[in-house]
């Protein structure tokens, strides 16, 4: 590989709002998409909320020529949403399905159906591997009531943790997608701080686009007033984040937006705007390119994130278990009223009240039953993040005191 080696990067992300029999002009916005990515031909385009494979198949026929590889992540009992077009052939592919997404019972929100999930493949540019992620996370549907909040946590925890174990043999680390996550809330810290990730839009040379980069704004058509809740002008929740390895460089050349229409017709591709970077990867020594976890500063704002995710974490536990044994409660009052309507039954007075009776009883059995056992689900799923976090917040706080410790002997040396 030669020393002055360069590669560029051009990625193109898009929460499509592709959902059958409920999104606007969906056919339309589709084809108009697919007509901009084969003009610009993007080395990457990934798509998240792309509900029907139906459209997938339709996209993935309009683009062969330009973007020859493709996949489709299937999760869920509707489909994860998210697919990847590229113009290099894929040379691996993985996912991982969030183990907690939401409850089952709110089905008019729909996200526990549809198996939220990260996707992964692996590309070699010029001997260069690449490892790119997309995701979507779980929606955030009340700000000020963020009853999903300790889900989205952890499944920004299970993101990171995920990165952190595939991209060890990495060169260049990318991650794109719909995060529902502003860039100060809990998670979107958490998942920076530990994976050392960087935001296209904080470290870009030349940004264009939406205010404040907001890849929701009040201009698009599709977006109402209840969608941005307290952010009247807009909010920023999806993200183009990268990294490289010691021996390569990368840095963010150029960062645009839509800003809530196509950029030649005029009508939004989505309610969310879309992010198109342009990457460079590059040769460059070890400290031109230094993992944010390593510093002092760094390793203490990984702490602060780390206790912050594990208290939360805690608090919805607790929560899961209270709810968990109300419905173990309800289950017991249940299987009881069940047996004393069967004693009923089996007399001559009460059997028809009985008889009537019994089903309507079997029927609060089983939900109470079924919901006791998704929160107990839910109860281990937090507790084995939580202990993740335990884990990993001891580590570093032990080597914050080595550290410490080392920096006061340097000190006395030097005295």
């Not at 390895?245 to 809530?260: A, D, E, P, R």
């Not at 760094?298 to 044994?325: N, V």
Request: charged content about 20%; proline content about 4%.
């Amino acid at each position: 590989m030669k020393p002055n080696f360069s590669v560029r990067l051009r990625v193109f992300n898009l929460n499509c709002w592709d959902i059958p029999y409920l999104s606007k002009h969906r056919a339309d916005r589709l084809k108009r998409l697919g007509d901009f990515l084969n003009l610009e031909s993007f080395d990457l385009a990934l798509l998240e909320e792309v509900w029907s494979e139906q459209d997938f198949q339709y996209l993935r026929q309009k683009l062969s020529l330009t973007y020859p590889d493709a996949h489709y992540f299937r999760s869920g009992i509707i489909g994860s949403g998210l697919c990847v077009f590229s113009r290099h052939q894929i040379q691996e592919i993985t996912q991982h399905v969030y183990t907690l997404n939401g409850y089952p019972y709110m089905f008019y929100h729909g996200d526990w159906f549809c198996g939220k999930a990260v996707g992964l493949l692996v590309l070699q540019l010029g001997g260069v591997v690449l490892n790119t992620y997309v995701t979507h996370l779980h929606a955030e549907y009340s700000r000020q009531k963020d009853i999903y909040l300790t889900h989205r946590v952890t499944q920004a925890w299970e993101l990171a943790q995920f990165i952190h174990h595939t991209s060890k043999n990495a060169d260049v680390v990318l991650l794109c997608g719909d995060l529902n996550m502003h860039p100060k809330d809990l998670g979107c810290r958490l998942l920076r701080e530990w994976t050392g990730l960087r935001d296209a839009y904080v470290e870009t040379q030349d940004f264009k686009g939406s205010e404040d980069g907001c890849t929701m704004v009040p201009r698009n058509c599709y977006v109402s007033q209840q969608d941005l809740g307290p952010f009247p002008s807009g909010i920023r929740i999806d993200y183009v984040l990268y990294k490289a390895v010691s021996g390569f460089h990368i840095y963010c050349k150029t960062l645009k937006t839509t800003t809530g229409c196509d950029p030649h017709n005029g009508t939004p591709f989505s309610d969310h705007e879309a992010l198109m970077a342009t990457l460079h990867v590059k040769h460059g020594p070890p400290q031109e390119d230094p993992c944010p976890a390593h510093g002092p500063r760094e390793r203490s704002a990984l702490i602060s994130a780390l206790r912050e995710a594990w208290t939360e974490l805690g608090l919805g536990m607790a929560q899961a278990r209270r709810r968990a044994a109300f419905a173990g409660y309800v289950t017991v009052c249940g299987l009881s009223l069940l047996v004393l309507l069967c004693v009923l039954a089996a007399g001559e007075e009460a059997r028809e009240a009985a008889i009537l009776l019994w089903t309507p009883s079997a029927g609060l059995v089983l939900g109470a039953g079924t919901v006791y056992l998704f929160h107990m689900h839910e109860a281990k799923g937090l507790c084995r993040a939580q202990a993740e976090l335990q884990h990993v917040l001891r580590r570093e706080k032990e080597t914050q005191v080595l550290g410490s410790e080392q920096q006061e002997g340097d000190r006395a040396e030097e005295q």
